[in-house]
């Protein structure tokens, strides 16, 4: 086991490039099952997450080589239409090759996903609109089980809420469906027009991505290609809030400046100066943060409840009141009680959390909750007078990479060290 030990106080400056989207790359590798021939994924992150992709890559029989932040997937041979529970637990976005093994082989036998600390995660939007392509779907014991009836039948789904996974997983049972399928309130995410960009070099006819109706026009095949992962939009608006909490001054390289859009009200409103550049960004912050204000998590191009945690952070140690609303997940709270533990005034009442900032966050042992809350944690470090140890780091290495090093690279007094 390893854990994090930060030693608080120190303000960040310099620049860093940042990683890859987990959140795109995940769903583009599910895809290259549907995508039949060798894809080559440039800016891929080196996560745990991915790995488990792999896994389920290579148990499906096809090829994976990685060679740093490449990944090559040969899907020639896809002959498995099963994905084992051990692989499904591993990562929660597995649900999203339920598509692509439809579009592939006609089936798909899954065993649900599980929740995970911030919610229930259901998959009943994702039930129900794979039936409607003619599928039959039987349920019970965690197993999914969905076969083709005859054939895959486009159709107009209207989301009852604009589901990301849910998206994802139509948009990729859409491709080779016979006829027009149009969703009617899809997610609106950077991460599904990434989707739908690579699968249309594939050779598939999706329009619309990035909106809220996207229509798939199905063809008979999808051929393999090249892509090249979109900057990850969360951990540069989480390098933000780190620098952001320092009262330092950062540039990182390799980001989309719209992507983040949603995220910058709570900068600027608590203070901080930022400059736009070309794929490039630089933020200077106060000597002390003002409040954030409200913040409403809601889906994109809404503040991005991927964000909440470590803005909870930012507005732990602010001057004034915040006030966070979480309306997304209905139990995204949990890093609340580790910052109270440091030190943070804040009151949960339901999905609402009032901040009350303090002047200092004081070092701590604590125990990350989920992937951003553990970010959060990790921010809140690096502000606090004295040394604060973080323990079981499994939840950040799914959607970090190199998040230690960089904050290193950056002047923070922060090390990775085995523990036993
Ligand atoms: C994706 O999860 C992201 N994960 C999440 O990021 C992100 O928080 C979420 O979208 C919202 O932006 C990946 O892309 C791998 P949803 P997903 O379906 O697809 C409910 C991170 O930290 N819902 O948009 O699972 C659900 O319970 C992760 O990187 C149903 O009720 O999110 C939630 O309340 C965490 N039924 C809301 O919708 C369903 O069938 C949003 O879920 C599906 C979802």
Redesign the pocket.
Known sequence: MEQIVIEGKKRLEGEICVQGS??SA??ILAATVLCKGENIIYNCPKLT?VNAAIKILKYLGCKVKTQNNTVVVDSTNVDKYDIPENLMHEM??S??FLGPLLGRTGKAYLSTPGG?E???????????SIKKFGVDITEGYGKVKCDVKDKLNACEIVLS??????T?NIMLTACTAKGRTVIINS?R?P?IEDLALFLNKCGAKIYGAGTGKITIDGVEKLLSAQHHVIPDR?MTSTYMASCAVTGGKIKLNNINYDHISPTLSAFLHSGCKIREYKNSIEIEAPERLKSIGTIRTM??PGF???FQAPVMTMASVAKGTSVIIEN???SRFKHACELIRMGADIKVEGKISIVEGVKNLTGTTVTST???GGTALIIAGLCAKGKTVMKDLTHVDR?CENFVENLRILGATIRREPYS
């Open positions: 987990k959140n995940l769903p997450d929660r976005s649900i999203v995970c911030i919610g229930l995660r259901p998959i009943d939007l994702h039930i129900k809420f604009p589901s990301v996974g849910a994802e997610a995410e991460e969360i889906p994109y991005p409840t991927d997304i997940f209905e989920d992937l951003r959607g």
